[in-house]
């Protein structure tokens, strides 16, 4: 049976595609106030300013191609039982074609009904509007978890860590909880990697590749493949 390598990827692993990451010096959260765009009180503030923010991550995102980060994660299936947990709202895990992504903080090519959470839609590459209604008439909102709301996909990432072999941490400052705790919750036999240009603290041993997403994905995956 193949070993389990679950990986937690942040805004670092998309920065090489050209997305912007949140806090670093050039980041989004220097150019916006997360308390002006991110949370459900800016929106019930001034819904175009959010619908403006969260239309234009959409577009630039549809500018963007998977990197060779995102690849080399595919790679590692060929050997290995992989499930990515990202904190990003972009689709370039699975535009590179990895099997099992669970996204911790929503998806930007869907959208909900701004009463219902469970009211889900598609809505590619296109902008929300005001006015755009969701099945149940209320006023559609990114499917995006902003903060202060409750993150419904842990659970089954906090399973998931449970049972890996291997934890890969890659391009996320290690920040935002609920999904920086994921980490506890690795069996302390698993190899942990950590993958980022800069130092990030965590609390248990991990090997750090002090590389961009680009370059050092590929090392920790030949390591693991010739592991296994
Ligand atoms: N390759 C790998 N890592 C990179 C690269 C790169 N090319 N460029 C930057 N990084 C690293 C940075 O050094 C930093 O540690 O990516 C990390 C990005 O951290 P953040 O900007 O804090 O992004 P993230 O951790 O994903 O943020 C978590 O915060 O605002 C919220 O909801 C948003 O999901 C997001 C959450």
Redesign the pocket.
């Given at each position: 049976m193949k070993k389990k390598a679950v990986i937690l990827?942040?805004?670092?692993?998309s920065?090489?595609s050209g997305i912007s990451?949140?806090?670093?010096s050039d980041?989004?959260?220097e150019r916006y106030r997360?308390e002006d765009v991110?949370t459900p009180e800016a929106f019930a503030r001034n819904p175009q300013m959010v619908l403006d923010f969260y239309n234009q991550r959409r577009r630039q995102l549809f500018q963007a191609r998977p990197n060779e980060?995102h690849r080399q994660l595919v790679r590692l299936e060929e050997k290995y039982d992989v499930r990515v947990i990202t904190?990003?709202?972009d689709n370039l895990h699975e535009q590179a074609g990895s099997s099992v992504v669970l996204h911790?903080?929503g998806l930007l090519t869907q959208a909900r009904s701004s009463v219902d959470e469970s009211l889900i839609v598609d809505i590619g590459s296109r902008d929300i509007r005001l006015g755009d209604r969701a099945p149940d008439g209320a006023q559609l909102r990114p499917h995006?978890?902003w903060?202060g709301e409750a993150v419904p996909n842990i659970e089954p990432a906090v399973r998931l860590c449970a049972e890996a072999d291997v934890f890969v941490v890659?391009?996320?400052?290690?920040?935002?909880y609920p999904?920086?705790g994921l980490i506890h919750y690795v069996p302390s036999a698993a190899r942990c990697y950590l993958?980022?240009?800069?130092a990030?603290p965590v609390s248990r041993p991990v090997t750090v590749v002090c590389?961009?997403?680009?370059t050092?994905v590929k090392v920790v995956v030949d390591e693991l493949l010739s592991l296994a």
């Open positions: 990827t942040g805004a670092g692993i920065a090489e990451t949140f806090r670093d980041g989004l959260w997360v991110a980060g904190q990003n709202i911790l903080h995006i978890v903060f890659i391009g996320t400052s290690m920040n935002v999904a920086a993958i980022d240009p800069k990030v590389q961009k997403a680009g050092g």
